[in-house]
């Protein structure tokens, strides 16, 4: 496996799943509080990057939006 397209990988999916979960929990603080929120918008981004943590150079792109966001619902 080329090395440098490993690393290219790992930082796009971890950029992906830390946005996604940053406007998933976004909406999701829309949806409850009836206000955007910036903590729990943060709070959001922080967990998607938790989630992709161990698996962000094993997943596809795509996985990793899924995965910031169902990290962002826990």
Known sequence: VNLVLTRVISI???SLSAASAGCA???Q??????????PVTLNGILTGLVSITAS???VPPWASVVIGI????V
């Open 29 to 38: 603080a829309r949806l409850v509080l009836k206000e955007y929120n910036l």
């Open 56 to 58: 962000c150079a094993f």
């Open 12 to 14: 796009l999916n971890t």
């Open 25 to 27: 929990s976004l909406f």
């Open 70 to 73: 169902v990290g962002s619902a």
